[in-house]
């Protein structure tokens, strides 16, 4: 049961252009959502996140967006650059409970120049 | 600030060994996290420990298990090694459950992961 949920695998962007990742999540208790890059041989690392009390969340080039009522969040990177190359993850966690972060199956953006 | 640490980089055992993968979280986070990544596939949820304290497990077999010490540092165990436990094993580290502000809004900083290959 995929609970978090990255239904594009890759997605190819020119450099200065708006990439979009999608995430799509089916567990209504989840009220904390993150975004996570990963270069090859490293970990994860933390971009940016949000909270169900909010529907965006800016932070520089990368913007988060919300949708409860769809229980959809997107990535928006802007512009894009192709440093900005790799995999990346959403993750999902519910307020309480179980603090068990369920992360997508992430999605490779790749940055044309 | 240190981040998070894990060692080794890369294991390989046969078939039927132990695995015993260590991690050091970054100074001042109580909770450690263990995820699989295995090839092709996203992070998959092992194990949570905070305060030395197993607190949840994920969809995996008992084989798995691991440990937190008073140091707030962690091994994961991995007993009687099958060819499909060759993964990326990941390490990430947060603040703790009684952490003010809210355990829930707290983001897991990961390792750079131990490469577990099983011949």
């Known amino acids: 049961d995929q609970q978090v949920k990255q239904n594009s695998p890759s997605l190819s962007v020119q450099e200065g252009r708006i990439s979009i990742l999608n995430c799509d999540y089916t567990?209504?208790?989840?009220?904390?959502f993150l975004w996570y890059k990963k270069y090859p041989a490293e970990g994860p690392t933390f971009l940016i996140s949000?909270?169900?009390?909010?529907d965006k969340n800016e932070d520089g080039r990368f913007t988060v967006f919300l949708n409860k009522s769809a229980k959809h969040l997107s990535l928006h990177i802007v512009p894009s650059q192709p440093g900005d190359s790799a995999v990346y993850f959403c993750?999902?966690?519910?307020?309480?409970?179980?603090?068990?972060?369920?992360f997508g199956t992430g999605t490779r953006l790749k940055v044309l120049a | 600030e240190a981040g998070v640490t894990q060692s080794p980089t890369h294991l390989i055992k046969t078939r039927g060994q132990q695995a015993t993968l260590r991690c050091s979280p970054i100074?001042?986070?109580?909770?450690v996290y263990w995820y699989q990544q295995a090839l092709g596939l996203g992070l998959q949820f092992l194990l949570w420990?905070?305060?030395?304290?197993?607190?949840n497990r994920g969809n995996f077999p008992p084989r798995f298990s691991g440990r937190q010490f008073p140091n707030y540092s962690s091994e994961l165990n991995v007993n009687a090694l099958e060819l499909e436990d060759s993964a990326l094993y990941l390490c990430?580290?947060?603040?703790?459950?009684?952490?003010?502000?809210?355990?829930?809004?707290?983001?897991?900083?990961f390792g750079n992961g131990t490469r577990l290959t099983v011949t």
């Open positions: 990430a580290s947060s603040l703790g459950y009684g952490s003010p502000g809210g355990f829930g809004n707290s983001p897991l900083h």
């Open positions: 567990n209504s208790m989840f009220d904390y």
């Open positions: 949000i909270s169900s009390i909010k």
């Open positions: 993750a999902a966690s519910p307020a309480s409970g179980t603090y068990k972060y369920i």
């Open positions: 100074s001042g986070h109580t909770s």
């Open positions: 420990y905070d305060e030395g304290e197993e607190r």
